[in-house]
């Protein structure tokens, strides 16, 4: 069996741009490279090896976790089943974050950073900032230090804010769990099977990360201290509603490429604005 006969095969079964991943994937090559090797023969332990890897995304495990990568704002990151795959949709929070940052100084801190993707990402983009990247889940940060490949991030095992400096932070930047317990239960199966519960249930309102996130975050943001949240679209108009009562002032909410609110951002201690 040669790669093109293959790769129909598998296409049968899953779909084609996964059939094609776990091919690079298997024989250690390019896309480039597989363009150009259709007629290429795969050996026994090459082919066994594939279709292993099909019925493995035939049984809907992301392919993420099959290959352990994924890529997320133009960088590699390693990911198993202690972390959650890093989402497009996530780079938004990630863009807001850094254009504030640029190259300037900042101390940022990362809650529940998961894989790293968020931190690491900052800290690459932002050299000059100092990044603490946390998470409650030694697993999880086990992960975030197979990709954390900068100077300039620290990894910190906290429930949140128990473990870290108050009054040290200029920025404040998660992606918490956010998804209401009830509806865990019906996600896709390639979510609802493989990926964290712990990193996906924001409890029964799906609010519950915010509510400590935002309340606890006044002791450990300094004067003036800006937070972003990555919300649900559903979220916004509550999640503003929290701020304002937390004391957090310049209100903005920023849209994703599909045009749903995706991102909140509010600074700590200024004049009152909504946008």
Do not use: W
């Amino acid at each position: 069996m040669n790669i093109l006969q293959a790769l129909t095969e598998a296409g049968e079964k899953v779909e084609k741009r996964d059939s094609e991943i776990l091919m690079m994937y298997a024989l250690g090559i390019s896309r480039e490279k597989l363009y150009c090797s259709y007629e290429v023969a795969l050996s026994k332990d090459a082919e066994k090896c594939y279709k292993k890897l099909i019925r493995r995304r035939e049984k809907k495990e992301p392919v993420a976790y099959i290959t352990h990568m994924k890529e997320f704002m133009g960088l590699p990151f390693y990911v198993d089943k202690s972390v959650l795959i890093p989402r497009p949709d996530t780079e938004v929070l990630v863009e807001k974050a850094i254009q504030t940052i640029g190259s300037q100084s900042r101390t940022v801190l990362d809650l529940c950073t998961g894989s790293g993707c968020i931190g690491i990402s900052i800290a690459t983009y932002c050299p000059n900032a100092e990044v603490t990247a946390s998470d409650i889940s030694y697993k999880a940060l086990r992960v975030a230090q197979k990709n954390a490949k900068t100077s300039n991030i620290h990894l910190v095992q906290s429930n949140l804010f128990s473990k870290l400096s108050k009054n040290h932070f200029d920025i404040l930047v998660s992606n918490p769990p956010y998804i209401k317990k009830e509806v865990v239960k019906g996600l896709e199966k390639d979510v609802r099977d493989y990926e964290p519960h712990l990193a996906l249930c924001g409890g029964k309102d799906g609010l519950e990360f915010y509510r400590k996130i935002i309340e606890g975050s006044k002791d450990y943001l300094k004067k003036e201290g800006i937070i972003f949240l990555e919300i649900d679209k559903d979220y916004a108009k509550e999640i503003q509603k929290m701020l304002l009562t937390n004391n957090y002032c310049d209100i903005n909410i920023v849209k994703d490429l599909s045009g749903y609110d995706r991102v909140i951002i509010a600074k700590k201690e200024n004049r009152c604005l909504v946008s």
